[in-house]
């Protein structure tokens, strides 16, 4: 079967055509996985700009796709989009194009829920099999594992996702978006931690505080540059960007580990696109180890926003015997990881797929 899905959650309008055929090879096969972010010239996402752009998009990276994947549109099987969560207008673009899709080549069509995929493309490239998924990214930021028919959250954000959080404090300072690449990367040129709030409420963390504080001091010291992007060298930034990371980090490796132990899974899975930095992943990786665990990381191209992830899980949960009509296919901005029937995994050590 031949998948097209469609991301469109937020800044990124992503399509993917992914495979199940034995003769490719595998059973998940990544045909081409092809994007275009919007990136505001000043402040953060407006979601009706970010639609503006999905639309202006939607058609070369639709085409792009397909002719990357080395197939034509009637090829096609099955059109998968981002049912939510997400911003609205956003959502509703890449809705309209998943619809025309299925319509215009009368195939199914299938809702996915964009958390979901991330968990699902993780455990078909990374060969884990049933992950507590610490799932980092700009709106979202959930640790998730499968139980008893569901992938329910065990802990989150209460207010916003890490890679909001550290976009927000970069574009306080004057880095453009997004801004954790360049947050790692100052990081990278420091050891000197300074202490700032560290936020776990039972399962739940906020970085809210975290990043105030680290605005605050940045104020007070004078390194707040404004809304022009330039170049930073300053010492006391370093610190800042490796004591937020460290702060805010260690706070969701401490959730993620006390999932695994709720759960008694013994893998953990990254996704999202802050699991491109490679401390968190380190962190994770050693508490994994400290208890004998295993820790995952997808290619980063699947860790961010992207299109294939889910096209692949419209093939899961099209195999899993989901269908939908039209009238099924209205976006859900608050759509719940938990509200799923997770139908395709019935046994939860890794079910049928
Ligand atoms: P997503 O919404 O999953 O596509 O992820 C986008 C978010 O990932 C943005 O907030 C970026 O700042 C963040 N991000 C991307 N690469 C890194 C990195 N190396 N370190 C920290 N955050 C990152
Ligand atoms: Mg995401």
Redesign the pocket.
């Known amino acids: 079967m031949y998948c097209l899905g469609i991301e469109s ?4 309008f992503g399509c993917g055509v992914v495979s199940n055929k034995p003769s490719d090879g595998a059973i998940c096969t990544v045909l081409s996985n092809e994007s275009k972010m919007y990136k505001p010239v000043e402040g953060g996402i407006h979601p009706r700009e970010a639609a503006n752009h999905h639309a202006n998009v939607a058609g070369d990276v639709v085409s792009a796709a397909l002719e990357r994947a080395g197939i034509s549109a009637k090829d096609l099987d099955l059109v998968a989009f981002s049912q939510g969560p997400g911003l609205g207008p956003c959502l509703r673009t890449g809705a309209t194009a998943a619809r025309a899709l299925a319509l215009s080549l009368d195939i199914p069509i299938i809702g996915v829920n964009h958390c979901i995929a ?1 968990l699902e493309i993780g455990r078909a490239t990374t060969g884990c099999r049933d992950p507590v998924m610490l799932y ?5 930021t959930q640790v998730i594992a499968f139980a008893e028919g569901k992938y329910r959250v065990f802990g989150e954000t209460l207010d916003v ?4 959080a ?2 927000k404090f ?1 574009r306080d300072l004057g880095i453009p ?5 360049a ?2 990367t100052m990081a990278l040129k420091s050891k000197n931690y300074i202490p700032l709030p560290y936020c776990v409420k039972g399962m739940d963390v906020t970085f809210s505080g975290l990043m105030t504080a680290a605005f605050n001091l940045a104020e007070k010291n004078g390194i707040v540059f404004g809304t022009k992007p330039r170049q930073h060298e300053n010492s006391l930034l370093n610190d800042l960007c490796y004591s937020l ?1 460290e702060t805010a980090f260690a706070a969701l490796v401490e959730v993620t580990e006390r999932a695994m132990a709720h759960t008694e899974k013994n893998e953990v899975l990254m ?8 401390r ?1 992943c380190e962190m994770a990786k050693i508490m994994a180890e400290a208890r004998g665990a295993q820790c995952f990381v997808p290619p980063a191209s699947l ?4 299109g294939a992830m889910i096209a692949w899980t419209g093939i899961v949960m099209h195999r899993s015997g989901v269908r939908m009509k039209l009238k099924d296919t209205q976006i859900n901005q608050k759509f719940r990881t938990d509200d799923v029937e997770v139908k395709w995994r019935k046994n939860g050590n890794g079910g049928s797929i």
């Open positions: 959650t937020a800044h990124t991330h980092t990214s700009g709106a979202n996702g890490i890679g909001n550290l976009d970069g978006f997004p801004a954790g690449p947050i790692e990371q996704a999202g696109g802050v699991a491109r930095n490679r968190l860790c961010t926003d992207n």
